[in-house]
C-alpha cells in the first residue's frame, strides 16, 4: 500500500526504515522524503512507525 503518493513510499518501506533504526518522521522524511511535499501521508506514516516500534 502506498502510503506517500508524492514520494511513491510505500508502508512496507517505512517498516524497513523502522527496522534500520529510524525513529522518528523528521528522519523518515531525510531517509525517504515522507511528508515533505504535501504532508498528506504525515498521520499515516507516523502510525506505521509507531506500530513497528511497538511490535520489536
Ligand atoms: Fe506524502 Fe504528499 S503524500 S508528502
Redesign the pocket.
Known sequence: MY?????G?TDREIREAAENGVSSMRQLGKELG?????????CT?REILRESRSSD
Open positions: 502510503v506517500c503518493l508524492c514520494t513510499v515522507v511528508g515533505r511535499q504535501c504532508g498528506r501521508c504525515a506514516a
